[in-house]
């Protein structure tokens, strides 16, 4: 059974950094197409971060040069590295990932992906 837990969220002041962590079983996340998304309240939900099988990363244009997805295969865990933090980067924060290991094209769209993590929440204050 698919599983994806997100912790490391928190409230953090404009310019600090936070990590999370998304950590899966079930599966092996070196497998999958992964990523990383937002949702403000009253906002739709949209894709932050992408991680390919190859390790080949894409970002949203408004994270570009501050944040930073990688994965721990031995750990089975991906993480978001979040610096310089703004207040519009306030939201709770999914993990999630894709159908299956075909699916491995750049892709922040949320309907690509299938499988989601309950979100960790994120606050920057200004």
């Known amino acids: 059974q698919v599983q994806l837990v997100e912790s490391g969220g928190g409230s953090v002041q404009a310019g600090g950094s936070l990590r999370l962590s998304c950590a899966a079983s079930?599966?092996?996340?070196?497998?999958?197409?992964m990523g990383w998304f937002h949702q403000a309240p009253g906002k739709e939900r949209e894709g932050v971060a992408g991680?390919?099988?190859?390790?080949?990363?894409i970002y949203a244009d408004s994270v570009k040069g501050r944040f930073t997805i990688s994965r721990d295969n031995a750990k089975n865990t991906l993480y978001l590295q979040m610096n310089n933090l703004k207040p519009e980067d306030t939201a709770m924060y999914y993990c999630?990932?894709?159908?299956?290991?075909?699916?491995?094209?750049?892709?922040?769209?949320?309907?690509?992906?299938?499988?989601w993590g309950q979100g960790t929440q994120v606050t920057v204050s200004s």
């Open positions: 991680i390919a099988r190859s390790g080949m990363t």
């Open positions: 999630a990932r894709r159908q299956g290991p075909l699916w491995d094209g750049p892709s922040l769209a949320v309907g690509d992906y299938n499988y």
């Open positions: 079930g599966y092996a996340v070196s497998n999958y197409y």
